[in-house]
C-alpha cells in the first residue's frame, strides 16, 4: 500500500508518497496536467494507493487527474485539518507530508466528494445564486440613490410598492434626474437587467431537473421554498443519508449557535457560518415566502421576533426549515404527509 499526500495549487502541487512504514517513497512537485503526473505516477512501484486531497478552491482539478491512479481518494476538511492549520511554518512540502501521515493514521477528518454530475449542477446553481445575490446589491444600490433625491421624487418613488416592476422600470428610465444621478441610474438598471437575464436563463433548466429529481420534488413540497431554492438544497446536501439528524444537517448549514463553555458557565453567541454557506443562504432566503405561505411558521417568526427581534427569528426560522428538509428527505414523503405523521407520533 502506497500512501499519497497532495498539497495542491494552481499550476503545480507538491506530492508526498509513503509506505505504510512512513518511509518516503517519493516526493516533489508535479504540474497540474496528465503527461506530468502519468510521468511521476509510473516511476512508482505498483502498488495499492490511498490518496488524501486538502478541500481548496478547485480541488476537483487534481481530484480528476488522479483518480484513475487511486483505489482511495479521501477528501481533508481544511479546517478541522488542525496540524497543518494551526503550523507556525507552512510549506508545500511540509503540508503534503503531514496530510500524508495523517492519511497513514486515518486521522483525516474527511469532506464530503461529489460525483461529477452533481458537481456541474451545483455549479449552474451555484452561478445562478451569485447573480441573484448581485442583483440584490444593485438593487440596493438604485434603493440607495432614488432615496436621496429631492421631496417629490421621493414621494413618486416611494408611491410604487416594487418599483421593479414593468411600471416602476419605465418611471425609472424616464425620471429626470440630476445629470450625474441619471448616468448613475442608467448604468444600475443595465448591470440589474443583465443580471436578471442571467438569473432566467438557467431557470427552465433548474425547474427540468426537479421534475425528475425526487429529492428536490421533497424539498419543493415545503410551502414557500419554490423550485429553484429546492433544486440548490438538495444539491449541496446530496444525499441526506449524510446526516444522522436535524440538528447536524443545521450544523452543516452553519445555522446553529456558537457556544463558549467553560465550568459551569456556557454562553450560546451568534450563528457559527461555518459550513455550507450557499445551503445557508438557500435556507435564509426561503424564509420570507416560507412564513407567509405557512402559517405555523408565521406564528413561529412572530413568536421569536416578539421576544428577540427579527434577525433571531429569521435565523431561527431557516433553522426550522433545515428541520423540515431533513424530515422530508429522511421519510421520503412531502410536506403534507410528513407532518401529518409527526403530529400523530
Avoid at 228 to 254: N, P, T
Wanted: hydrophobic share 45%.
Amino acid at each position: 500500500m502506497q500512501y499519497v499526500g497532495i498539497d495542491y495549487a494552481k499550476l503545480r502541487s507538491h506530492f508526498t508518497v509513503m509506505t505504510p512504514e512512513g518511509h518516503v517513497v517519493k516526493r516533489g512537485y508535479v504540474a497540474n496536467t496528465p503527461d506530468a503526473l502519468a510521468t511521476f505516477m509510473g516511476a512508482l512501484p505498483t502498488d495499492q494507493r490511498a490518496v488524501v486531497i486538502e478541500a481548496c478552491r478547485n480541488w476537483t482539478v487534481i481530484h480528476d487527474l488522479i483518480e484513475p491512479y487511486a483505489q482511495a481518494i479521501t477528501l481533508a476538511h481544511p479546517l478541522k485539518v488542525k496540524a497543518i492549520a494551526s503550523a507556525r511554518i507552512k510549506t508545500d512540502a511540509i503540508d503534503s507530508r503531514t496530510l500524508t501521515d495523517l492519511l497513514r493514521a486515518d486521522l483525516i477528518p474527511a469532506a464530503h466528494i461529489r460525483p461529477p454530475a452533481v458537481r456541474a449542477r451545483q455549479h449552474v446553481l451555484r452561478q445562478r445564486a451569485f447573480c441573484t445575490k448581485l442583483r440584490t446589491s444593485v438593487r440596493n444600490q438604485i434603493h440607495t440613490l432614488l432615496d436621496r433625491q429631492a421631496p417629490a421624487l421621493r414621494a413618486a418613488y416611494h408611491a410604487f410598492k416594487d418599483v421593479f416592476t414593468k411600471a416602476g422600470r419605465e418611471w425609472m428610465q424616464a425620471v429626470v434626474l440630476p445629470e450625474a444621478e441619471r448616468a448613475l441610474l442608467t448604468r444600475y438598471l443595465a448591470a440589474e437587467q443583465t443580471l436578471a437575464e442571467q438569473v432566467a436563463a438557467t431557470t427552465a433548466e433548474v425547474t427540468a431537473w426537479v421534475s425528475t429529481d425526487r429529492a428536490m420534488q421533497l424539498v419543493d413540497s415545503i410551502p414557500g421554498i419554490g423550485a429553484v431554492l429546492a433544486a440548490l438544497i438538495a444539491v449541496e446536501i446530496d444525499g441526506i443519508g449524510r446526516f444522522w439528524c436535524a440538528g447536524q444537517l443545521a450544523s452543516y448549514a452553519g445555522l446553529v449557535p456558537s457556544t463558549h463553555s467553560t465550568g459551569t458557565v456556557t454562553r450560546h453567541g451568534p450563528i457559527t457560518k461555518q459550513g455550507n454557506r450557499w445551503l445557508r443562504w438557500a435556507l435564509v432566503e426561503a424564509v420570507w415566502p416560507a412564513i407567509r405561505a405557512n402559517a405555523a411558521l408565521r406564528r413561529f417568526y412572530e413568536r421569536i421576533k416578539a421576544r428577540r427581534g427579527a434577525n433571531p427569528a429569521k435565523v431561527a426560522t431557516a433553522r426550522k426549515l433545515c428541520a423540515l428538509v431533513f424530515q422530508v428527505l429522511t421519510r421520503q414523503t412531502p410536506f403534507e404527509v410528513t407532518r401529518r405523521v409527526v403530529h400523530a407520533t
